[in-house]
DNA sequence: TATTGTTATACTCTATAACTATA
DNA sequence: TATAGTTATAGAGTATAACAATA
């Protein structure tokens, strides 16, 4: 069993790359990340902040610190990220009732529309990208994919 | 069937990000990041430049644009990154044979070294964080995913 | 003292356009 | 003309440290 050469074609050509899991998880995520920015990039919209529009639909008035711990994003830069969405029209700020240095985000009319029109589009991107997936195999794979999620290690901060 | 109220803990604090494969293969890959720093950061060594020197064991001589290529990353973007893996130490720079624009990389002994070390510390960890996947489950998982990788979108360039 | 939001700043990855030298 | 590599630059996401206001 000699001249086992392998011709570098598609697999071989990345090495030891190939049989890592993160490597292969970098790589999808970023087809999807070019997908969102066919589905709904022409509108302006970002991956991170339709992020938050869902965190906040789905929790009205809830704190920005809150709203950037469900989506792992550092206070720090949620400031620049709400006040993005501030002046887009999108988010409104208001005073937390029981906390005076919090803030309580809420949709605005057009954020909700944004969210609802950005969502239809992406549902769509994503039933056509997983077009040949069954609904088993979709299944499994969110199933697998939120056991990943579930390791992450909280930040220092 | 009343009184549905649904605690907004773990997963509806989501909202509709929640079913998109995108969102959450963004988080996982990013569990993933975090871990490779854990597992090499301390070296100084990034998953990009690693993904690098992994292609260029893999094939030894290949062509920096090559080399981009099977990574999906720009010629713009591959110089800075190759200048920094040689002043590391890690990849030689020679002429190609047959084409005297063409750039042919090689690992340094060093370079290997680095590329074997880092290679075992990162299976290690992915085995961690894989701890609770089977085998079938984890082959599984990198079948589905490379699915996804096929469908990726060639760029305008 | 600790927490919420803020400012400033830096690093990494990615993207585009214009350039050179070779083909 | 087209291709391989280069330079310059900008956008986006993420990270840390120091600060003010409030708890």
């Known amino acids: 069993m000699q001249d086992a050469e392998v011709e570098p074609g598609r697999h071989d050509a990345l090495g030891v790359l190939d049989g890592l899991v993160g490597y292969h998880l970098r790589r999808a995520s970023s087809v999807f990340a070019s997908d969102f920015g066919r589905a709904v990039g022409g509108d302006g919209l970002r991956q991170v902040p339709f992020a938050i529009l869902s965190v906040i639909a789905a929790s009205p008035g809830i704190r ?6 469900a989506l792992g994003i550092k206070r720090a830069n949620m400031v620049v990220l709400i006040n993005e969405l501030v002046e887009a029209g999108h988010v409104d700020r208001r005073a937390a009732e029981d906390d005076r240095r919090a803030i309580a985000l809420v949709l605005t009319p ?5 969210l609802e029109n950005a969502t ?12 040949d997936f069954t609904a088993g195999e979709r299944d499994m794979l969110i199933g697998l994919i939120r056991r990943i999620e ?7 901060d």
């Open 120 to 131: 239809a589009r992406l549902t769509e991107h994503e039933d056509e990208l997983l077009a």
């Open 150 to 156: 579930a390791r992450e290690q909280p930040p220092a």
């Open 64 to 69: 920005q610190g809150a709203a950037g711990e």
């Open 110 to 114: 057009k954020g909700r529309t944004t």
